[in-house]
C-alpha cells in the first residue's frame, strides 16, 4: 500500500491559485525530492501533508486512511531554520516531543517513563553523532550540528512520514556532504517515507528515490493567479528503471513533461 496518496488535490488563497491538480502516490520507505522555482507552493505542499493546511479540494491519505485535520507525533518535520528550541537544551529538545505526548494525559513523563523517554533521546544522540552535546542550547552548536538535532528531534518520535523543507540549505558544502551521509543512513535505519523540498538537484539526485518537480505550466505574470503549480516531472532514480521501461510521466494525470525547456 502506498504511504501517501494525494488526490487530485488544489490549494487557493482566496483569488490565488497556488497549487492545482496534485495527484501523487508515494509508495512507503520512499525518498521523495521535491524540486521547483522558488514561490511554486512547495512549502505549502509539504504544509498539506503535515496537516498544517488543508487543500480546497481534493483530498490526501497516509497509509489509506483521511490525513487527520492536524499535525500528529506520525509526521515529522525539519524546516531549514528554527526547527529547535533556543531555550532547551540539546537532550531537552529531543525529549520534548515525548512529553508533549505525555502531557495528554498526565502532565509530564515521571520514574520508569521518563528514564525510558531519556535513554531513546540519548541513543538517537548518539546516532546524530551528538552525544557530547547533550547539555549544550542550540546557540552554542554550529548551522549543521542544529540540523542533526532538528533530525533527531523529529526522528524520535518514530515519524511513519519524515517532511524536510530544504533542510540543509543553508550549510556549507562540507557540512552538507556530512549530513547527506548521515540523512542516508537514518533513511535506511528508520522505516519512514520521507518528502524533502531542495533547490540543490545534485542533493536530490543524491538522496532521492524519486525526484518530483513542481511548475506552473503558464507563467506570464498576468497568468499568475488563474494557473497554479502541478506536477510536471516525475523522474525515478532507485531502484533503477529497467531499460525500455517508460517515463513514470503520465499524461492523463500529469500532463506533458516539459521536456527541453
Ligand atoms: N498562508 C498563506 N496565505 C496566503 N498566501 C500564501 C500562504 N502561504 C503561502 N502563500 C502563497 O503561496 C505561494 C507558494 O508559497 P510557498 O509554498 O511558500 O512556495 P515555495 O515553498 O515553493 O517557495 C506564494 O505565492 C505564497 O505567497
Ligand atoms: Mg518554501
Known amino acids: ?90 537532550l531537552g529538545n529531543v525529549l520534548l516531543g515525548k512529553e508533549l505526548v505525555a502531557s495528554r494525559y498526565c502532565g509530564r513523563l515521571f520514574g520508569y517513563a521518563r528514564k525510558a523517554a531519556i535513554a531513546e533521546a540519548r541513543a538517537m544522540l548518539n546516532e546524530v553523532g551528538l552525544s557530547q552535546a547533550e547539555d549544550k542550547y542550540p546557540a552554542q552548536l554550529s548551522g549543521g550540528m542544529q540540523q542533526r538535532l532538528a533530525l533527531a528531534q523529529a526522528l524520535v518520535m518514530k515519524p511513519r ?30 522505516p519512514m517515507t520521507v518528502v524533502m523540498v531542495t533547490h540543490d538537484m545534485r542533493e536530490a539526485f543524491a538522496l532521492a528515490t524519486r525526484v518530483v518537480a513542481f511548475e506552473r505550466r503558464r507563467d506570464r505574470p498576468e497568468e499568475r493567479l488563474r494557473y497554479g503549480a502541478t506536477i510536471t516531472r516525475d523522474i525515478p532514480i532507485w531502484p533503477p528503471r529497467r531499460a525500455g521501461q517508460s517515463s513514470l510521466i503520465r499524461p492523463d494525470r500529469d500532463g506533458p513533461a516539459l521536456n527541453g525547456r
Open 161 to 190: 512520514v519524515l517532511l524536510l523543507d530544504e533542510p540543509f540549505g543553508a550549510l556549507d558544502p562540507g557540512t552538507r556532504a556530512e549530513i547527506h551521509s548521515l540523512m542516508k543512513r537514518l533513511w535506511h535505519e528508520n
Open 1 to 90: 500500500m502506498s504511504a501517501l496518496t494525494v488526490d487530485a488535490v488544489w490549494k487557493e488563497y482566496g483569488d490565488q491559485i497556488v497549487l492545482e491538480k496534485i495527484s501523487i502516490d508515494i509508495e512507503s520507505r520512499a525518498f521523495v525530492a521535491l524540486v521547483g522555482p522558488s514561490g511554486c507552493g512547495k512549502t505549502t505542499f509539504l504544509r498539506m501533508l503535515l496537516g498544517e493546511e488543508r487543500p480546497t479540494r481534493g483530498q490526501i491519505l497516509i497509509d489509506g486512511v483521511a490525513l487527520p485535520s492536524e499535525p500528529g507525533p506520525d509526521r515529522g518535520v525539519v524546516f531549514q531554520r528554527y526547527s529547535v528550541f533556543q531555550h532547551l537544551t540539546v
